[in-house]
């Protein structure tokens, strides 16, 4: 199974939550809610879990979180702890809910598609630390999926506290471990194109532009617009060209592609097509600010 799959599987399955029965939720919840609350169904069967599922999937996360507690009272399965943080999560109480995740891994029973969830979760939800100390677990894995998913989790959270050349390290041993992640090759083009590294950059986004589907189509255009910034630093401006064309024709309504192409046209002296395409931008941005 590649990256790829353990990403986008049945590994994970997804409950889509209604309303919460009491309070409202905030306009971050709704949004959470609306695109499917993403629960790891913990693999205990008794009638607690059971009926704390059935809550969830109904959207009543009060009557589910009580559920819980009362299984709580009776066991401290980690198996609770996890379900809890879950729906502390899709409540917005992140302190809890990272307490929870922490409490159920420092048992050392969870499963490591548990393990990645949580810290998949936590780096979501800007909870660091113990994110990074689930992949430093993780990454050791001998499961080439589970410790690729690992390698890139924790490169992204080097990113956010911008310890790129670390987060690049990451990014490439993912790769090592499932080369044809598309998300990664993405993300570590742009690390690379913004230190400097434009030759690795372009082959980086040149297999984000190899692997997207027909449906990734948005993605691919974004490859092309940062790959032809990098071939243009590498003095390739026709290549640029070409690259700034073809994201406008997927995405056209996108002017920050147009305004490069105008750039690079300038850079090339060609003055009346730089103009027609800032002309362009302007009219699309008028057109989304009316």
């Known amino acids: 199974m590649t990256l790829r799959k353990l990403l986008n599987g049945p590994t994970i399955i997804f409950l889509c939550l209604g309303i919460f029965a009491l309070a409202p939720p905030s306009a971050h919840a709704r949004d959470r809610m609306n695109h499917g609350v993403q629960l790891v169904l913990p693999s205990r069967t008794d009638q607690y879990m059971l009926n704390a599922r059935r809550q969830a999937a109904l959207g009543l996360l009060p009557q589910a979180m009580a559920t819980v507690e009362a299984a709580l009272k009776r066991s401290n399965d980690p198996q609770y702890l996890f379900l809890r943080a879950q729906l502390h999560e899709a409540n917005e109480q992140l302190t809890e809910s990272e307490a929870d995740y922490r409490a159920a ?45 690992a390698y890139f989790v924790r490169g992204r959270v080097k990113s956010s506290s911008k310890n790129f050349s670390e987060a690049i390290a990451d990014y490439q041993e993912s790769l090592k471990l499932a080369e044809d992640h598309l998300q990664v090759h993405m993300e570590l083009g742009r690390l690379l194109l913004n230190a400097g590294k434009y030759q690795e950059a372009v082959k980086n986004y040149t297999r984000v532009i190899e692997l997207a589907t027909v449906k990734e189509q948005q993605k691919v255009a974004d490859a092309r617009r940062w790959r032809a910034e990098a071939l243009g630093k590498l003095g390739k401006k026709q290549e640029a060209i070409v690259d700034l064309t073809e994201a406008i024709k997927i995405a056209p309504m996108q002017s920050e592609n147009l305004s490069k192409r105008a750039e690079m046209y300038k850079s090339m002296g060609l003055k009346d097509k730089a103009e027609a395409d800032e002309r362009k931008a302007r009219e699309i941005q008028d057109s989304i600010n009316f």
């Not at 969830?117 to 080439?144: I, P, Y």
Request: charged content about 25%; hydrophobic content about 40%; glycine content about 2%.
């Open 105 to 149: 891994w420092l048992t050392n029973k969870l499963e490591p598609k548990e393990i990645m969830h949580a810290a998949w979760e936590m780096n979501h939800c800007g909870q660091f630390k113990t994110c990074l100390e689930m992949c430093n677990q993780l990454v050791r894995s001998t499961d080439k999926d589970v410790a690729a998913r």
